[in-house]
């Protein structure tokens, strides 16, 4: 089981908007601003697409947007486009450990 | 142009030892944090160890400690995984990915990743 929790799915039409979600607990999402997100493709190395909750590497679109309140870190893609359609992994820093934590992925499906 | 190309996965059998390879390139290699990160197949991602810019640090997460050795080679720009004792349960993907020089630890850039099978 994964030390952080996102949603086994979610979907959405070209050009709507999407959240996939990711919870930890104090120990790590909550207690860090230092989330990142991942976007994989199938057969692809992962991709970073956001990191510390809300910065976007160069390259990468500002249709993804991330953010955090509590102990929830979210990712949300705009304007949702077919190669978006991907497995999304979110990271975080925790005291639990030396090494981060990874959410079990989240599958999004554009319609 | 970044490059990290990894290499030395293959199909062993259980208890035996493998070393892959990752060459970087493209950047100035002994700046940075650099990581394993492992996904079984159809899994989600794993990181599996890192070591600090000059090797005197390194973390591994505990299913691996007392298995595997990460280490490096700076004037080949070259990371290594040496991996023992192996498991059906290491049977991954291994991606070599450089460590974003922040606080939080995200991976700026990726190999393409090898595949070790363990199986008998």
């Known amino acids: 089981q994964s030390a952080l929790t996102q949603p086994a799915s979610v979907s959405g039409s070209p050009g709507q908007s999407i959240t996939i979600s990711c919870t930890g607990t104090?120990?790590?999402?909550?207690?860090?601003?230092?989330v990142s997100w991942y976007q994989q493709h199938p057969g692809k190395a992962p991709k970073l697409m956001i990191y510390?909750?809300?910065n976007r590497p160069s390259g990468v679109s500002n249709r993804f947007s991330g953010s955090k309140s509590g102990n929830t870190a979210s990712l949300t893609i705009s304007g949702l486009q077919a190669e978006d359609e991907a497995n999304y992994y979110c990271r975080s820093h925790t005291n639990r450990s030396s090494l981060g934590v990874f959410g079990g992925g989240t599958k999004l499906t554009v319609l | 142009e970044v490059q990290l190309v990894e290499s030395g996965g293959g199909l062993v059998q259980p208890g035996e030892s493998l070393t892959l390879s990752c060459a970087a390139s493209?950047?100035?290699?002994?700046?940075?944090?650099m990581s394993w990160v492992r996904q079984a197949p159809g899994k989600g991602l794993e990181w599996v160890a890192n070591i600090k810019q000059d090797g005197s640090e390194k973390y591994y997460v505990d299913s691996v400690k007392g298995r595997f050795t990460i280490s490096r080679d700076n004037a080949k720009n070259s990371l290594y995984l040496q991996m023992n004792s192996l498991r059906a349960e290491d049977t991954a993907t291994y991606y070599c990915a450089r460590d974003l020089p922040t606080l939080g630890g995200a991976f700026d850039q990726w190999g393409q990743g090898t595949l070790v099978s363990v199986s008998s």
């Open positions: 493209g950047f100035f290699f002994r700046s940075n944090w």
């Open positions: 510390d909750v809300s």
């Open positions: 104090s120990s790590d999402v909550g207690g860090y601003n230092y």
